[in-house]
């Protein structure tokens, strides 16, 4: 083996790999739809979410309030239009 080949084995190399952050979420704005790595959007301020959909389950036992609340939500938000 020469000096550029990564044994699997070796220990160097795995604490290398695992040290890599897999945490990092790409976020969205809220108001303005821009992409950030922050919490808070840094161009209006506003709080930035996670922008990918829940997974969907079939046997989702919660499903049914959940589209409520949004309904709800939607409701409250035309109003205060």
Do not use: W
């Not at 952050?21 to 930035?48: N, W």
């Amino acid at each position: 083996m020469n000096e550029d080949e990564i044994n699997p084995d070796d220990d160097d190399a795995k604490q290398d790999n695992d040290s890599v952050e897999h945490d990092i979420k790409l976020l969205k704005c809220v108001k303005c739809g821009e992409y950030t790595l922050k919490d808070i959007c840094p161009r209006c301020g506003e709080k930035a979410i996670n922008p990918k959909p829940a997974k969907f389950s079939p046997e989702d036992r919660y499903g049914k309030y959940r589209r409520m609340m949004k309904k709800e939500l939607e409701k409250e938000e035309l109003q205060n239009v």
